[in-house]
């Protein structure tokens, strides 16, 4: 199961990283990329990449935030700059052979790790 890394606590305006590593997945072409859930809300795309092509972004994040791979690892990184509040979740890793819109579809999943932003 791919494994997450880099979540953590920063203010307003902050940045973190995020890497997962999904060590062992097989499928190629793939797609990887990160739900989030913040309390009482559902879970969302935040952001994913199907192996080569453009990434997507949720439109909450467009611009702030830069998801990257590099294939050979079976890794994903998520760069997320100007950090508000409301991106306040715990991020997953997920990774599969295609880009389902429901995070159901994925059975390959990290643990989670979570992003905390203050005001």
């Known amino acids: 199961h791919p494994v997450e890394s880099g979540g953590g606590s920063v203010q307003t305006g902050g940045s973190l990283r995020l890497t997962c590593v999904a060590s062992?997945?097989?499928?190629?072409?793939?797609?990887m990329g990160w739900f989030r859930q913040a309390p009482e809300k559902e879970r969302e795309w935040a952001a994913r990449?199907?192996?080569?092509?453009?990434?997507y972004y949720d439109p909450s994040v467009k611009g702030r935030f830069v998801i990257s791979e590099e294939n050979d690892k079976n890794t994903v990184y998520l760069q997320m700059n100007s950090l508000k509040p409301e991106d306040t979740a715990m991020y997953y890793c997920?990774?599969?052979?295609?880009?389902?819109?429901?995070?159901?579809?994925?059975?390959?999943w990290g643990q989670g790790t979570q992003v905390t932003v203050s005001s």
């Open positions: 997920v990774i599969g052979k295609y880009c389902y819109s429901s995070s159901d579809m994925f059975t390959h």
């Open positions: 062992g997945y097989t499928d190629s072409p793939y797609c």
């Open positions: 990449i199907f192996t080569g092509n453009t990434p």
